[in-house]
Structures are given as structure tokens and as C-alpha cells.
């Protein structure tokens, strides 16, 4: 059998969904639906968040992120998305074996326009304008490298992750505090007439690299899928689906909803996203 070759930029490559970013007017209020509701916690504020004219907090699903943003300043981008549409999703942070070479290969074919790129100690981040990209939200492909004490970032579940600040031993702790979590898969909206889900799956294929299963992205925790467009309803994060391990875990949660005057038609409303809940069974840390 002829030997395999490293992958080449264009290829996919596995591919991880590491954060979700919504963006709100009541950071506070978000804050505590999302701790509540979830039984997570806040793990880190990013003070740096500042010079985008922004405030911010990140919660642990596990070993992967929620955060949620809101405006400071005026004219923000997330202030614009607010003004537009309402509290919703703003971001999704995806992580891949090698942010800068998935550049390279973006823009020799422009494929899509950098706005923000970042080097610190062992990540690069990479910001896309989602304009020209199916599904209204602003994409984000990162990188962490391979080293000794992080051999496998994208595979190892509560490997060190950049957004979270540099106190890994605190925030990996809550993460594994909070391992019953898992973040199982996102849908989004397309635009006014666009029908065509799989060729929007094919499109962020081609882009970012992430694998494809028939009509959804095939990241290695999670799914992302696509729904037609509506006339007179805007593109972006339509819903988020939580995965949790126990019983007892998974009635909790319903019944913190329930308290708070959540609940839908089989899902949840929290910043303005539909959020469904799975069972997945006990699980290894729930025996």
C-alpha cells in the first residue's frame, strides 16, 4: 500500500468547535441564565477584549467555551449585529492543526477577507469577515502547536486553549468541574432565498477545512448544520444543541428553565438562540 503524505492546505483536517460567542445588552443578566440554567461557571473576563469596545465572559462546557460579549463603546461591530438583529450569535471559534497555513491557502484563493490575526505563546488566531460566507456569523480558525505539554490540542478534551487566559490549572479544573457538558452541535440560517443547506456546508468545507459528513460539518466534537433561508428574518445562529451525561444532571437543568420562564416548544430560550438538550447517557464521570 502506498504511504499516505502529510495533508496538503486544502485538504480538510480535523477540525474542532472550541467556543460559541453570543452577544447580548445585559451581560449580567446572560451571565446568570447561562451559570443557572447550565450548572456551569464563569472561568474567565478577558480584559482584552476592551480594545474591540467590549466586555465579556466565557463559561466551561466541558473542555470547550461559551462566551458572551456586549458593547462598551459605540460603533462596534457587535453593537451594529445588536442593533440589527438582537441578542444572538456573534461568533464561532473553530480549532485546526495549523491556523496559518489555512490562511495562506484562504487568501491565495480569496476565499474570504482577514480582519484580526493574533500570535501568543503557542496559539495563532485567525478572525474571517463573514461577509460572502453562508450563515451570518463571524468565523474564527485557531491553532494551538504541538508541544510536551500539549501533545494533542485538538483531540485531548481539556487541552489548553487560548481564550481562556494563561491560569490553565484554574480553568482546566473547571472545565473537568463541568465535564457532564458537552457542546453537540450548532444550526444556522441562511439568508432570504437561499435553499441550498449542503451547498453552504460545502462552501465553509472548502474554506476553513472542516470535514464534511453529506450536508453537515463533521468537526470532531461536534455537528454543524444549515436551514433555508426565510423571507423577513436575517441569517446567523439559529440554535445550540447541550449534550449531558446523567439523569439527575440533565432534569436539573429543565427544571432551572422551567424556573425561569424558559422553557419553549421543546427547547430553551437563552440569548435569543434556541437551546435544546440531550441526554447522553451516565457517562464515566457521572458513575
Known sequence: MASVGPQTAFSPAPTRLRQVAFVTEDLERAQYLLTKVLGTEVIYVDPAVSQWGLKNFLVAVGGDVIEVVSPITENTTAG???????????????????????????????????????????????????????????????????????????????????ACGHDYSSYSAAMKRRSHLHIHGIV??????????????????????????????????ARMGFIRGVEGQPDGLMSITIGVEGQDKFNAILDRAREEGLCGDGWINILGVKWYFIYLGEGAETK
Open 80 to 162: 451594529r449585529l445588536l442593533s440589527k438583529r438582537g441578542e444572538g450569535g456573534y461568533m464561532i471559534i473553530m480549532q485546526t492543526e495549523d491556523a496559518a497555513r489555512r490562511r495562506e491557502y484562504i487568501e491565495s484563493k480569496e476565499l474570504a477577507k482577514v480582519i484580526f490575526s493574533h500570535e501568543q505563546d503557542d496559539a495563532i488566531c485567525v478572525q474571517y469577515h463573514p461577509k460572502g460566507i453562508k450563515g451570518g456569523i463571524m468565523p474564527e480558525l485557531d491553532s494551538h502547536r504541538v508541544t510536551p505539554q500539549n501533545p494533542n490540542p485538538i483531540t485531548s478534551r481539556f487541552s489548553p486553549w487560548h
Open 188 to 221: 444556522c440560517r441562511l439568508g432570504p432565498g437561499d435553499v441550498d443547506h449542503e451547498a453552504a456546508s460545502r462552501e465553509w468545507e472548502e474554506i476553513f477545512g472542516i470535514p464534511r459528513s453529506r450536508d453537515l460539518l463533521a468537526f470532531t466534537n
